[in-house]
């Protein structure tokens, strides 16, 4: 399977866990020139930018351990660009999701600060 197809598969099941757990769907795969958002959630009145990970192996640590701070930088910035966009003001969090082979899933809430 691609590296593609298992991101996706990732992505779905996170969505449809983080909607078991009360979130709703806003949108998926935000893309802009700063960067992508995986999944753009809401948490009650929360505006939650959610990033995916996927890791077959833990060779190089877990999926959770890929998220540096170079991603955190473009996560961040695109979250910027798209409240900008869709002049929206919400509070807003970040949540990182991880998977390894067996889709079970590894939730952080609230991941790293926003600025």
């Not at 590296?3 to 598969?9: A, D, K, M, N, V």
């Not at 960067?35 to 833990?58: C, H, N, P, T």
């Not at 996560?75 to 970040?94: C, E, G």
Request: proline letters at 3%.
């Amino acid at each position: 399977m691609k590296t593609s197809q298992q991101g996706q598969i990732a992505e779905d099941a996170a969505c449809k866990f983080l909607q078991k757990n009360g979130l709703k769907l806003v949108e998926k795969n935000y893309r802009c020139r700063t960067g992508e958002i995986d999944l753009v959630m809401q948490d009650k009145e929360e505006l939650v930018f959610v990033e995916v990970r996927y890791r077959a192996k833990s060779d190089f640590g877990s999926a959770l351990d890929s998220v540096d701070q170079n991603k955190i930088q473009k996560l961040i910035s695109a979250a910027n660009h798209y409240v900008s966009k869709k002049q929206l003001d919400l509070p807003m969090r970040f949540d990182v999701i991880g998977f390894d082979a067996s889709l079970k899933p590894n939730w952080v809430s609230n991941a790293f600060p926003a600025f």
